[in-house]
């Protein structure tokens, strides 16, 4: 299946700018840069019916453009075959401990590749489901428990009472400094004004409130358990970085990694190569939607955060042994 598009537009006679691909983005605001040039490099762009296919090529005012283009259809509630761990199912819900590196819903550059897609593919008739029965989730590269309704019902259930904060969702975090004490952070969180892909605080924002408490400090970094009152997206990651604790490894709140004095070469090749926000979603706490039994799931902590626990500890170990020395 596919879609044709066809784009037709004069150039101003004394344009502001004079390469193809500077007047496709003033023409037709609404596709990228990067879009319209490969249209041009594909050879679906004409200026006075003549195929141009250089994105460098003059413009001086008065052409006709015109674009045709063939767009395939990407179905994104298509089935795919993904794994996924399940850790408990019935025929109402699933919860499933999500791995890192997997995007819940389908979005901007993962179309196919997602929960979602995988959930239709275990089980074709979460299709008829609200959102295929996804009812919160977790970033591409945060791992840990997710519940999934199987029924209208049971979503509707769900949904509800995650809106009352009947659901407890617990993570747990490395955060980057040796934090005192644990606490709140109740700051309004909406999308960041330039970068449209990351949140930010802003006072207009929607309310956001997270709590913690430390499970471990070590000699510059904090193990910590978090409960989210409310589920904003970045949540978290946004409002350990405002609190000047931002989470060890993200890529976009993290900043860099903090090492302390002394630290061995081991210990810093594990830092360093620790490429994504150490957060886990490690307890689920529900009413089943229909039973109305209460339910809990606890997750370990995947292999990649076990280890820099474990590097932490050690590092922490070897200083305290050489000031005891």
């Not at 970085?241 to 931002?246: D, E, G, L, M, S």
Request: with cysteine; hydrophobic share 40%; charged share 25%.
């Amino acid at each position: 299946m596919s879609d044709k598009i066809e784009l037709n537009a004069s150039v101003p006679l004394d344009p502001i700018k004079n390469r193809l691909d500077q007047i496709l983005v003033e023409l037709f605001p609404i596709y990228s840069r990067s879009i319209l040039k490969k249209w041009i490099l594909c050879r679906c762009v004409t200026v006075n019916g003549v195929v141009v296919n250089i994105a460098k090529n003059k413009i001086l005012g008065g052409e006709k453009i015109c674009i045709n283009v063939e767009i395939k259809k990407i179905d994104p509630w298509e089935a795919k075959e993904i794994p996924l761990h399940i850790v408990y199912e019935d025929q109402h819900i699933l919860v499933i401990d999500k791995q890192s590196n997997l995007v819940v819903h389908p979005g901007a550059g993962h179309n196919h590749d997602t929960v979602l897609n995988a959930l239709i593919h275990y089980f074709p008739a979460i299709k008829e489901v609200p959102r295929a029965g996804i009812v919160h989730r977790l970033d591409k590269d945060t791992t840990g428990l997710m519940v999934v309704a199987k029924t209208p019902l049971a979503h509707a259930h769900l949904v509800k009472a995650l809106q009352e904060r009947k659901i407890t969702r617990e993570y747990e975090a490395i955060v980057i400094g040796r934090m005192i004490a644990g606490g709140m952070v109740n700051s309004p969180i909406s999308r960041h004004p330039t970068k449209r892909t990351h949140m930010a605080i802003n006072h207009f924002g929607k309310p956001a409130i997270t709590y913690y408490r430390i499970l471990k400090k070590f000699r510059s970094h904090t193990w910590l358990k978090l409960q989210l009152y409310t589920g904003r997206t970045h949540q978290i990651r946004v409002h350990m970085a405002h609190i000047h604790h931002p989470l060890v490894g993200d890529p976009i709140y993290g900043g860099r990694p903090r090492l302390p004095k002394g630290a061995s070469e081991s210990f810093i090749s594990t830092l360093y190569s620790f490429k994504r926000q150490a957060l886990h979603a490690s307890t689920l706490c529900l009413e089943h939607p229909i039973f109305g039994v209460q339910m809990k799931w606890n997750s370990k902590l995947p292999k990649d955060i076990a280890k820099l626990l474990s590097s932490l500890e050690t590092d922490a170990k070897v200083y305290k042994e050489l000031l005891d020395y």
